[in-house]
């Protein structure tokens, strides 16, 4: 079959929503295109954990500290399906470790922001898992079936994760006077970042027209973006917070939040290494990858003398 025949077959199969398996055809392209979108995710699972994992001894409760614990290694979790369907494209997880390590590789850009305080805990979850959710909802559709499949998995946990943040800004605000601004100055803090984890508006989108064609992404950024406020806006005047956006009104027309402009120099700033913790996440990853070394050294040694047991075993 020549290359044509075997791209329109690709297509086809694509517009029937059969999903690509590991071992079907695929244009270079599209192959590329992935590994580089399900290795910045499972990239940002892990160094997701890091502003978070910061809290765990903090944690008000043990019941607090149970939960985020969960939380945590959730994200762990979600890492490793995310690298494992990365796998089945060709790629090895040690190659894709080593692009993170480097600096090469990114990964969402809201973890290069501080978590300072404990209402960041629940701001994190109420919005940063909520925003996620929002592009990981479509991505249980997307045409490649290992990716596909793992998210139907991820997302499972992650409406736990918002779940929980939602909560505990939500005792926060019937507390003291104190608690409630604790709990304002994180959304004031993390709103506008959240926004941006949608990525560049629809314009300057370079990579979606194609992504869209191949459904490896089903809805736009901007898109996404406005069911985000649209879900979020009402969750905050719930909790009695003000979203800090002096231009954010309801549109009755459309039936939409309009909300004010996004600083998109911040955001590019930020994914070029200059955000307020890019440099801490990065040594943060590679120490504990270091530090780990050993377990993958022991599980490797168990897996081996297993291996050498069961070959005595059976003629
Ligand atoms: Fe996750
Ligand atoms: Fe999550």
Redesign the pocket.
């Known amino acids: 079959m020549n290359q044509q025949d075997l791209e329109s077959r690709f297509q086809d199969k694509i517009d029937r929503e059969v999903k690509i398996e590991a071992k079907d055809w695929m244009p270079d392209a599209y192959r590329k295109t992935l590994i580089r979108q399900i290795s910045q995710h499972a990239h940002s699972e892990v160094v997701?954990m890091l502003p978070e994992g910061n809290w765990i001894t903090r944690a008000p409760s043990l019941r607090r500290k149970a939960a985020l614990l969960a939380?945590v290694q959730?994200?762990g979790g979600?890492g490793l399906y995310l690298y494992a369907a990365a796998e089945t494209m060709g790629v090895s997880r040690d190659q894709l470790l080593d692009e993170l390590h480097t600096g090469k590789a990114k990964y969402s850009s809201i973890f290069n922001y501080p978590a300072l305080s404990w209402a960041d805990m629940g701001a994190i979850g109420w919005l940063v898992?909520g925003a996620?959710i929002m592009n990981q909802v479509m991505l249980q559709r997307t045409s490649y079936g290992p990716y596909s499949r793992a998210m139907i998995r991820i997302c499972k946990?992650?409406s736990f994760?918002q779940r929980q943040g939602y909560e505990i800004l939500l005792t926060l605000v019937r507390g003291s006077a104190e608690q409630k601004a604790m709990a304002q100055d994180s959304l004031n803090r993390w709103w506008w970042p959240s926004l941006m984890m949608f990525g560049p508006s629809d314009a300057e989108s370079t990579h979606s027209a194609q992504s869209m064609a191949w459904k490896i992404k089903r809805k736009s950024n901007d898109v996404l973006r406005q069911a985000f406020v649209d879900a979020t806006v009402p969750q905050a005047q719930y909790l009695g917070l003000t979203i800090p956006d002096p231009d954010l009104k309801w549109n009755e027309e459309t039936g939409h939040w309009e909300f004010g402009p996004i600083d998109w120099d911040e955001f590019w700033n930020v994914v070029k290494g200059n955000g307020i913790c890019n440099r801490q996440r990065l040594r943060d990853r590679v120490n504990a990858h270091e530090e780990g070394a050993w377990v993958r050294d022991a599980a490797l040694a168990y897996a081996e003398k297993k291996q050498a047991r069961k070959a005595v075993v059976t003629p």
Request: glycine share 10%.
């Open positions: 997701g939380k959730d994200e979600h898992d996620a946990e992650e994760h």
